[in-house]
């Protein structure tokens, strides 16, 4: 199975709403990230999980909350947000967080985000 | 259906033409590349990587030019095919930014019959 799955695929939210998107992964990796991506420009790091711990932040609001259950969960919980926050989330793992050798990321589908 | 040396943000190719796909590079410090292919609804798709003490890598069908002097990467498609049509975005990553890769600036190829 090298699949990243995430759910929901789309996700409508007003400014005071609690929700969360969630990524899931069974290749045994050990590094997990999310991303944001704004239409028609690349995507940009928010947070990077190794062995279960955040190792980077990439200062990311506080309305953004990372929680990594286990080495196959990854969740982004989100409160409070604004309207420019619509993106598309990208969930992405790899065997490790190291960089200097080959560890290609794999990428979920996305969720879809709209702040209204 | 060409360009080299220049980043566009669109390139137009016939089928059955190779294309050539440019991004630069800013951090010297980078040791390890990445092109991505990102298609309509979907994540990122790895396609070929190049480590920095290499200059040239190939696939099926691609190739991947490094040039250090210049921090310049360009993604070479042989025979391109309408399936090749999507964005193609470069990553960099260095040795002391474990897990962070930075991506460029996507260029949306398109592939007319």
């Known amino acids: 199975d090298t699949e990243v799955t995430q759910t929901p695929k789309h996700l409508v939210m007003g400014m005071t709403n609690k929700k969360s998107l969630k990524c899931e992964q069974h290749?045994?990796?050990?590094?997990m990230y999310w991303y944001k991506q704004k239409a028609k420009k690349p995507p940009e790091l928010m947070f990077v999980?190794?062995?279960?711990?955040?190792?980077i932040n990439e200062s990311v609001p506080s309305r953004f909350s990372p929680e990594c259950p286990n080495s196959s969960l990854l969740n982004l919980h989100l409160h409070a947000l604004q309207p420019e926050d619509s993106a598309l989330y990208l969930c992405?793992?790899?065997?490790?967080?190291?960089?200097?050798?080959?560890?290609?990321?794999?990428f979920g589908p996305g969720t879809r985000l709209t702040v209204l | 259906g060409e360009s080299v040396g220049l980043h566009l943000p669109t390139l137009s190719v016939q089928e059955g033409d190779n294309s050539i796909i440019n991004c630069a590079y800013s951090?010297?410090?980078?040791?390890?590349f990445i092109w991505y292919k990102q298609e309509s609804g979907k994540g990122p798709q790895f396609i070929i990587d190049?480590?920095?003490?290499?200059d040239k890598r190939q696939g099926q069908r691609v190739t991947v030019l490094l040039n250090k002097t210049v921090k310049h990467l360009s993604l070479q498609i042989a025979a391109t095919q309408p399936g090749d049509s999507a964005v193609y975005f470069c990553?960099?990553?260095?040795?002391?930014?474990?897990?962070?890769?930075?991506f460029g600036d996507g260029t949306t190829l398109t592939v007319k019959p």
């Open positions: 992405a793992s790899s065997q490790e967080s190291f960089s200097g050798r080959d560890n290609e990321q794999f």
């Open positions: 290749m045994g990796h050990r590094a």
């Open positions: 999980y190794s062995y279960e711990k955040l190792s």
């Open positions: 951090n010297s410090a980078s040791d390890y």
């Open positions: 190049i480590r920095s003490n290499m």
């Open positions: 990553a960099e990553t260095t040795n002391t930014n474990a897990g962070k890769s930075t």
